[in-house]
């Protein structure tokens, strides 16, 4: 193979593995972007003696492709590594809608009565981008579901009669759904939380989930095996805490604190992980454009069969 074919493959294959295996803290480092760009350097110096052993303009366009093709690929390789956005989680309650500067448009997350739903990613003059378990590109994007645990929460008085419910500080100001996106430590466990008011009754509730394992390891008569449950702190409008204000919901079953009857129900909603990954057109044209000059070459480099002479008589 000659020589400047070996770097020029090897950049253009590092910045295809960046949209077969995204999300990898390698392709951020200096040291990987740095040998991306020594790569072409050194197939572009290696290219320019070999062009000088070249009898057709045919064999040094193939050579000049695969060059350009590897820098091309480069260069979006770089970019998104050096000048990409960190990963990042969007977390949603069920019907938000989240606009996402980012990804140049906004987020619909389904309503949680919608099973088997997909948030949908909509922006201007783009059809939408439904988001599931599989990777799905959006320009400089690769986009994922990740499923994590929400609470959807209830709150009913001593007589059984709903309460309303809201978070003055969560995404959607009505909604039942705790998105549990704060931690704290209890126990020596760092668990995650959220929080509620109950105005109809002056109460702000404090819910922390726990799964099996830590809800037995607090309160094994109240916890049900294999079940996750969630643990309610009830404090007054200004956040003084009440006698008998700590519960337990184990598995969606009610539980009572400080006069209200408290439910918690354990589910499991989509995220989205955006992980900023090179521009798939270029990495497309690059590569094309590499292989077309790899056949190019390798087509040069073959021996030209010519019949025998005819014998004479």
Known sequence: MNAFLAPALVAVSMVVSQLILPGKAEYHAGWYNVLLVALVAVAAIAARRYFAALQTSRARLAAWAVVAGAVICAAAGVASGLFGADTRTYVGAPGQRMRADDLGGSLVFPFAEDAGAEVALERPLHRPIAIGGNA??????????????????????????RLTITQPTGAVFLSPALLMQQRQTIAGMDLPFDSFAVPAARRIVKAVLLDPQQ???????????????VLFAVDDEN?????????????????????????????TYPAVEAVSSPALVAVAAGTLLALAGLA???????????????ERS
Not at 145 to 160: H, K, M, N, Q, S
């Open 136 to 161: 799905r590109n959006a320009g400089s994007f690769i986009l994922r579901a990740r499923p994590r645990e929400i609470v959807f929460v209830e709150a009913r008085d001593a007589r059984g009669n």
């Open 215 to 229: 809800a037995a390891m607090l309160s094994q008569a109240a916890a049900l095996p294999g079940k996750a449950a």
């Open 296 to 310: 190019g070459t390798l087509a040069a480099r073959r021996p030209t069969l010519r019949p025998p002479p005819p």
């Open 239 to 267: 956040d003084r805490p009440l006698p008998h204000a700590i519960a337990l919901s184990a598995g969606g079953r009610p539980a009572a604190a400080a006069g209200l009857i408290l439910q918690g129900t354990v589910a």
